[in-house]
């Protein structure tokens, strides 16, 4: 969210070493895949699915722009995260993908003017525009509904605005620190500074039209993660998304993805199982 991330957008080196960590954490992603393989073998579990490779790694044009997606394994409900303001899906969360990858699709990708997708043009963007954008482009790759949206910080916001937007294409909601939305951002970013982002995505109208009125998800599991050290400790704002909506603190700051990976994924099977 623009609030909690502007530090960083602000600083093209702090954004610099953020993608450098990302790259090598990314890396990892192999070896966690294996080790998975190795538990699997010593409780006896048959692993039938190869998470080792992408089934979808690929670009796809969607309104005169090329997006890069990329999927592991197979299974229904299909998980799809989203990643934070200016962030590239594909470089954040390649870690967390392998271990849910095994029995549900899970999905990531790099939205307009992010990682490897297209920049983009002139004109703002609101966040309208990027979810419809996200549901023509899961419909250009074949990826299926239902799914399980994962949005971190700002791409909770998305998540939480596709949930309302598609009700009927969304199985289930989780939220990894996601601050409650300002009004008034305005006064801190006035006019262009809301949306003057490698995006152009207009953030301030996002928080500003999600405080006056968040559209329920319906009747679906959502689990809304709060890190220890969160700046904004009470999110029971998002508790309106639906009546099975919880709230739950794992230990680590903002990017809690980064620092407590097996709660996360945890919380994200919970949702998961609570599909069925």
């Known amino acids: 969210m623009l609030r ?3 530090s ?5 080196s702090a954004l610099a070493a953020l993608a ?12 966690d895949a294996g080790s998975d393989d190795v538990a699997a073998a010593a409780t006896g579990t048959v692993e039938t699915v190869d998470v080792s490779e992408p089934v979808i790694d690929d670009r796809f044009a969607v309104g005169g722009a090329e997006l890069a997606i990329q999927c592991f394994g197979k299974g229904s409900p299909t998980v799809l995260f989203e990643a934070g303001s200016d962030s590239n899906g594909i470089g954040e969360f390649n870690a967390l993908m392998h271990p ?10 790099d939205r307009i003017g992010t990682g490897t997708s297209d920049p983009p043009g002139e004109r703002r963007r609101t ?7 996200l549901n023509q482009l899961l419909e250009q790759a074949n990826v299926e509904a239902p799914y399980v949206l994962v949005g971190s910080s700002g791409g909770g916001l998305l998540a939480a605005h596709y949930a309302g937007k598609y009700r009927d294409e969304v199985a289930g909601v989780v939220l990894l620190d996601v601050g409650v939305p300002n009004p008034n951002l305005d006064k801190e970013f006035p006019g262009p500074l809301g949306w003057k982002n490698p995006e152009h995505m207009d953030w301030v109208d996002a928080e500003r039209r999600l405080a006056e009125k968040l559209t329920p998800a319906g009747n679906i599991p959502v689990r809304i993660v709060v890190a220890s050290e969160s700046e904004t ?3 029971s704002f998002w508790l309106k998304l639906s009546p099975r909506a919880r709230q739950t603190t794992l230990q680590g700051g903002h990017d809690i993805y980064w620092d407590d990976r097996t709660g996360v994924v945890r919380e994200i099977r919970a949702v998961l199982d609570a599909t069925q």
């Open 4 to 6: 909690r991330e502007r």
């Open 127 to 133: 966040m309208d525009d990027l979810v419809a954008v």
């Open 8 to 12: 960083r957008l602000r600083s093209g």
């Open 20 to 31: 450098a960590f990302a790259i090598v954490f990314a890396g990892c992603g192999g070896s």
């Open 100 to 109: 849910l990858a095994h029995n549900n699709m899970t999905c990531t990708y």
């Open 233 to 235: 400790p009470d999110q």
